[in-house]
């Protein structure tokens, strides 16, 4: 009898300490989780961030409509040398309109395109908004690749044209560039392309490739429209008379063809005319002086 109540009592001790341990280890877990935001805290966050949300909208919207922050007050237009120095101010005239104007709303594709139309001899514009109120204009020029003599019956002039033809230099020449004389009935309009583009680059990959092949320099080109054909006049003070409708390399092969019974390094020749096609596609005729 007393040694149950003795395992009785021993059972309740145990009871007790393992009780304790989950007490101290339920409060541990308990201790762990984190609290909850009451909410009240939740709804007084809600509104502050709604407010600050609303006054930055505010403040932004004041300051693109309403204020002059964003207002265009600069034009920066990049110029390389002195040489395109007027030619930076004339475009700086072109894009004024959008001086006071808000840099926002301002479409710089409609300004670039209106550089172009006006300045044709550009072959790149860029135009970008540094904010808040400057606008940054970059451009590049076509390059200049010849220098045209126009003779007309009452007049002759020079100018130096750039790779598309239009006249950017008047009454200037450039000995390192090649020459192309063209005759006409009337002087030329500087202002409209004195040489088609396609054309042109047909004249100087015509000189390029006769140089090359031949090791003869090419002192000038007679640019025949009407005709559609160039005479290459060469430094043996004859020339190559080219069809432009036909490939100027397919036409210049036949002279190198030729060079074995016509030696043109050292026969007097007037001119040679590659632009007859024979049967073979090998004909050419020449005419000694």
């Not at 550009?122 to 135009?127: G, N, P, Q, S």
């Not at 020339?239 to 397919?250: F, G, M, N, V």
Request: charge should be positive.
């Amino acid at each position: 009898m007393f040694g149950k109540k003795r395992k009785v009592k021993k059972f309740r001790n145990y009871r007790k300490r393992k009780l304790k341990k989950g007490a101290v280890s339920g409060f541990q877990r308990k201790s762990n989780r984190p609290k909850k935001t009451s909410p009240f805290i939740k709804k007084i966050k809600k509104i502050f961030y709604l407010f600050l949300f609303s006054g930055l909208t505010i403040i932004l919207i004041y300051l693109i409509f309403f204020s002059t922050y964003f207002k265009v007050t600069d034009i920066n237009v990049s110029q390389d040398n002195l040489e395109n120095q007027n030619l930076a101010s004339e475009i700086t005239k072109t894009v004024s309109s959008a001086l006071g104007r808000n840099l926002v709303f301002i479409d710089t594709e409609n300004l670039k395109i209106k550089v172009i139309d006006d300045f044709p001899e550009l072959e790149t514009v860029i135009i970008e908004k540094n904010y808040p109120h400057t606008l940054e204009i970059n451009f590049l020029e076509y390059p200049l690749v010849a220098n045209v003599i126009n003779e007309s019956p009452n007049i002759k002039k020079n100018y130096i044209i750039n790779s598309i033809g239009y006249a950017i230099k008047e009454d200037l020449e450039n000995p390192n560039l090649p020459y192309i004389k063209i005759k006409s009935d009337e002087p030329i309009n500087p202002e409209n392309s004195i040489i088609e583009a396609n054309k042109l680059k047909y004249i100087l990959d015509a000189i390029a490739y006769f140089e090359e092949k031949f090791g003869m320099r090419i002192i000038e080109v007679e640019y025949k429209k009407i005709a559609r054909e160039i005479h290459l006049f060469t430094e043996r003070n004859f020339y190559i008379w080219l069809d432009i409708q036909q490939s100027a390399e397919d036409q210049l092969k036949k002279l190198k063809k030729a060079l074995v019974k016509l030696d043109i390094y050292n026969e007097n020749l007037q001119y040679i005319d590659l632009r007859i096609a024979g049967n073979n596609g090998d004909k050419i005729i020449y005419k000694r002086k």
